[in-house]
């Protein structure tokens, strides 16, 4: 399986400042058919998660531009340039390039 | 918009089969991959397998031959049956789309296994 690995477990964050995540892959991501299947969700306390970013760096529907995404091969980055109250929670990484889909062990983001 | 909705027992007896149903609401069935996520309390997160129907079953080999994924088109619902299951089986599970990421979350249902 492909182990993904996330730095930092818990970023505390003063609003209005940027936050960073890294996700490390322990073998590439970039598919056969020329596609790399990284994403990043976001899950608040009590809910389920929900997609942000997906194939490294396009946004899902309805996600501010303030949340990018970048990378390749195996070193992802997501970055929020101004943390709000809504970016609390944790955030996980996500292949689905090679079965089965795995995921970080999550950094959760919260205010100092 | 495309609604997902887990349903079935939220407690199972150790060394019995585990039976869940999704109900997919704004999408045919037939027309994207299916699949199930779980989340042991406080824990992470755990693919258990996709379907894409018509098709067979994707599993994770860390489930062995305990579990089974089916989809009934003429309910628009995808299932998921894991057998034998223990303590470790317990967990928040989710039935979610699966597009090459995942897109589309149900709420969760929580599942104890517990005597």
């Known amino acids: 399986d492909i182990v993904l690995t996330q730095t930092p477990l818990s970023s505390p964050v003063t609003l209005g400042q940027p936050a960073s995540i890294s996700c490390r892959s322990s073998q590439s991501l970039l598919h056969s058919d020329g596609n790399t299947y990284l994403s990043w969700l976001h899950q608040r306390p009590g809910q389920p998660p929900r997609l942000l970013i997906y194939k490294i760096s396009n946004r899902f529907s309805g996600v501010p531009d303030r949340i990018s995404g970048s990378g390749a091969g195996t070193d992802f980055t997501l970055k929020i340039s101004r943390v709000e109250v809504e970016d609390v929670g944790v955030y996980y990484c996500m292949q689905a390039t090679q079965f089965p889909l795995t995921f970080g062990g999550g950094t959760k983001v919260e205010i100092k | 918009q495309v609604q997902l909705q887990e349903s079935g027992p939220g407690l199972v007896k150790p060394s019995e089969t585990l039976s869940l149903t999704c109900s997919v609401s704004g999408d045919s069935i037939s027309s994207s991959c299916w699949s199930w996520i779980r989340q042991p309390p406080g824990k992470g997160l755990e693919c258990l397998g996709y379907?894409?129907?018509?098709?067979?079953?994707n599993y994770n080999p860390s489930l062995k031959s305990r579990i089974t994924m089916s989809v009934d088109t003429s309910k628009s619902q995808f299932s998921l049956k894991l057998s034998s299951v223990t303590a470790a089986d317990t967990a928040v599970y989710y039935c979610?789309?699966?597009?090459?990421?995942?897109?589309?979350w149900g709420q969760g249902t929580m599942v104890t296994v517990s005597s």
């Open positions: 979610v789309r699966y597009v090459g990421a995942i897109d589309i």
């Open positions: 379907l894409c129907h018509p098709g067979s079953a």
